[in-house]
């Protein structure tokens, strides 16, 4: 056994171990030596025998399997750490709402937003009602940003929300309104430009731009100049989706990718 394994036992484990090994050559002993004993000493050694065993064998072979466990388990860990690590991922959350943990999406989104203290902050969605509806959980965020802004002008907010005729804004209309003449879809669309004509009207030097597109891969991304988030989005009748929320790091290939993106619908927006 090499150290490594004899440092993976537990002290109480250990100590049964060795009391049991003993046991069973004492007993190993007496029966080679003893070539006559009578038949009760022999079904009191074949007992004794039995007892030991049952407490070696398990132990020895339980460690081995923990062990092979414990080893597999952090090649796999391992391996998603590498994959992670070379894809630029710094962190995954289940999804970008609120939970009983203070470590989640909504938090680390929200506190991105309150260190932001140089640059653009660039924002693409359908509606983005979360952003910039005064209901939504990230419109304090977005105003004191604004705020913010009146002092550091370089402080800017690029939004990107998909335009009332756009393929996946019908699409979803039909599935989240089914019926409706005015699907909410289309009314979050027309809140968000109007809270943010409003903010930019209390802010004085119009911090927030926004635009149109037209069709694109349906996610949101909030990209800051050091780490982006995106979440996907799929057409489903139930809101929020609340499917993954990444964390890519400024520099890496899913960050710069992301931030292309934006960059190519802000360009050719109609």
Known sequence: MDMKFIESFSKKQFMWLCAS?????????ITIAA?????????VIVLLTQAASCFF??????????????????????????????????RIYKDREPSAREDNGENA????FEEHSQGEVKLVGVSLRVFFNQTGQFYNNIDALCKKSETNTTIKIK????????????????????????????TEIGATKQHIA??????????????EYIQAPYCTAVIFPDKCFISQN?????APVKLPLIIFRSGSHGYDVINSYFEYLWKNAP
Do not use: H
């Open 35 to 43: 070539s006559e004993i009578s038949l009760f000493w022999k079904i």
């Open 57 to 90: 064998f398990p132990i020895l072979i339980g460690q081995f399997i923990d062990r092979e466990k414990s080893e597999r388990d952090f090649g796999i860990i391992n391996n998603f750490y590498q994959d992670f690590s070379e894809g630029g991922i710094i």
């Open 198 to 211: 409003r903010l930019n009207n209390l802010a004085k030097l119009n911090p927030i731009d926004v635009k």
């Open 159 to 186: 939004a990107l929300i998909s335009s009332e005729n756009a393929p996946e804004t019908i699409n979803r209309g039909k599935i989240e309104s089914p019926g409706a003449t005015i699907p909410t879809i289309i």
């Open 234 to 238: 799929i057409l489903c009748d139930t």
């Open 21 to 29: 090994f003993i046991l069973l050559m004492v007993l190993v002993i």
């Open 109 to 112: 989104l929200k506190k991105a």
